[in-house]
């Protein structure tokens, strides 16, 4: 049975002051759901002062970026080494580096590669935007995202993996896709496709979240769905008890399903 795990990506928000506040309001909440392994992603400020608030409690830490060289003249970039000192998650590929920052599927298979040659478990986005959707190529489409995204990696560094299946047609727009429409991208393409990749075994190993407008009162349809492993949070995730709700749900219906 694959460990579902819930993410928080806050994005472009929370000052370092508001990053505590937040940790400080779900922590105790949090560290009691063993069921569900929940990782917090803030902005690279804030990395190391949620770092310290959720140390021993069993909560995890992860970068929203990196490069994927681990030193030299990058300026403005954060290397996979200065992520593991804090954390042991990376967000990779996620739509608005992809569409705000020249984020391609040959720097996503960089960075994938260069994250778990560190030891860092990389979170790797893909998902279609509302013109591929409608124009009925999301299958292909995010087929070739995740064959040239994960290209190179061995069935042992794929079983480390997770990947988000975010439609950006969804991502924060309050229209979320059905848990079943998920469900059936997600085993039918996703995992098919990791399955020709790594071979069936393994496929059935590495976890994929859904990503879109998830919130407290939909949650509970994605992750009943067989094939949904978690979700990777925006907007929710930025306010203590949504969050919480979201994880706790998750905790319940995995836990039953078990």
Not at 24 to 51: H, I, K, N, S, W
Not at 115 to 135: D, T
Request: with cysteine; net charge negative; charged share 20%.
């Amino acid at each position: 049975m694959r460990t579902p795990n819930i993410a928080a990506n806050w994005k472009m928000h929370k000052t370092v002051a508001e990053a505590r506040t937040l940790v400080q309001a779900m922590v105790g909440d949090l560290q009691g759901l063993q069921e569900v392994e929940c990782v917090l992603c803030p902005p690279f400020t804030a990395l190391q002062a949620v770092a310290e608030l959720v140390r021993g409690t069993g909560i995890a830490v992860g970068a929203q970026d990196m490069y994927w060289e681990e030193q030299g003249a990058f300026t403005g970039e954060i290397s996979p080494l200065m992520v593991k000192e804090l954390g042991q998650y990376v967000i990779i590929g996620h739509s608005e580096r992809r569409q705000y920052f020249g984020e391609t599927d040959e720097t996503v298979n960089r960075k994938v590669h260069a994250a778990l040659a560190h030891g860092l478990i990389p979170i790797v986005a893909v998902g279609e935007n509302l013109a591929q959707n409608e124009a009925g190529e999301t299958e292909a489409f995010v087929s070739g995202q995740v064959r040239r995204g994960l290209a190179g990696l061995s069935p042992e560094q794929a079983r480390r993996i997770i990947v988000a299946y975010e439609p950006i047609w969804a991502i924060g727009t309050g229209r979320p896709a059905t848990g079943t429409d998920a469900n059936r991208i997600i085993g039918g393409v996703v995992r098919a496709t990791l399955g020709e990749m790594f071979g069936r075994d393994v496929a059935e190993e590495i976890r994929i979240q859904y990503g879109g407008s998830v919130k407290p009162d939909n949650i509970a349809e994605f992750v009943s769905q067989p094939e949904i492993d978690g979700a990777l949070v925006g907007g929710a995730s930025l306010k203590a008890a949504d969050f919480v709700a979201i994880v706790r749900t998750t905790a319940e219906v995995k836990g039953g399903s078990r």
